[in-house]
């Protein structure tokens, strides 16, 4: 139990255009989910906090207008790159926490997104 | 900024046991303390947390001192597998959100 998934696992797009990863949450309801990125050799870094139904609240130099998230079911949250540059490309990951339980108590991550800018 | 400290790497041989401290003296009545270990390209993973025993599931146990400043996760016989960064984070359980340092580097020795 307790499975996130991403969505693409990698994607490779050129400067200037937008990209769309996709976080699921398979098998429990998640009502609050995370959004992180990883350069290489660093460790996570928190963008976002996102809670279904509402607006996400972003960490202190994230541009909101560039790293769109959308969380709009108890599932699913995506977080859209926009105008996307080199200095965008990244592991991005995401995790979720549920209603009850270990589930509430405990985040859980999916598999991350390497995207790559051309 | 991360609440804890932790050794940046640590040698542990192949079916020994491998003991990583964290160290986390700020830490207030209603924190818990969390263990993820994060192998290289996947997301982060789950292992254990607690808030004052020490615990044990499957996968290892944690050890947390009774001034809970600081605590040990033991991966009882450890494999190749084990090889991983390992984040240990205290936060108040539920949604709250993980601010990461940079962990412990395990290398499991063949």
């Known amino acids: 139990g307790a499975v996130v998934s991403q969505h693409p696992s990698r994607v490779i797009c050129k400067s200037g255009t937008s990209v769309k990863i996709e976080c699921r949450s398979l098998?429990?309801?998640?009502?609050?989910m995370f959004w992180y990125r990883q350069f290489p050799k660093q460790s996570l870094m928190l963008m976002a906090t996102?809670?279904?139904?509402?607006?996400?609240?972003?960490e202190q130099g994230v541009e909101k207008d560039k790293f769109l998230i959308n969380h709009a079911s108890l599932t699913l949250s995506t977080l859209t790159v926009t105008s996307a540059h080199p200095e965008d490309s990244s592991f991005y990951i995401c995790?979720?926490?549920?209603?009850?339980?270990?589930?509430?108590?405990?985040?859980?991550f999916g598999p991350g997104t390497r995207l790559t800018v051309l | 900024d991360a609440k804890t400290t932790q050794p940046p790497s640590m040698d542990c041989a192949e079916g020994r046991a491998a003991n990583l401290p964290c160290n986390h003296s700020t830490i207030s009545g209603n924190e818990y303390v969390y263990w993820y270990r994060q192998i290289h390209s996947q997301g982060p993973q789950y292992i254990i947390h607690?808030?004052?025993n020490n615990e044990t599931n499957e996968m290892a146990s944690l050890i947390i001192t009774e001034d809970r400043k600081s605590s040990t996760l033991i991966l009882p016989h450890a494999t190749l597998r084990d090889t991983a960064v390992y984040y240990c984070i205290v936060r108040v359980r539920g949604d709250d959100k993980i601010i990461f340092g940079k962990g412990t580097r395990l290398h499991i020795l063949p």
């Open positions: 996102s809670n279904e139904g509402s607006k996400a609240t972003y």
């Open positions: 995790s979720a926490s549920g209603i009850t339980g270990i589930l509430r108590d405990t985040q859980y």
């Open positions: 098998d429990f309801q998640a009502t609050t």
């Open positions: 607690g808030l004052k």
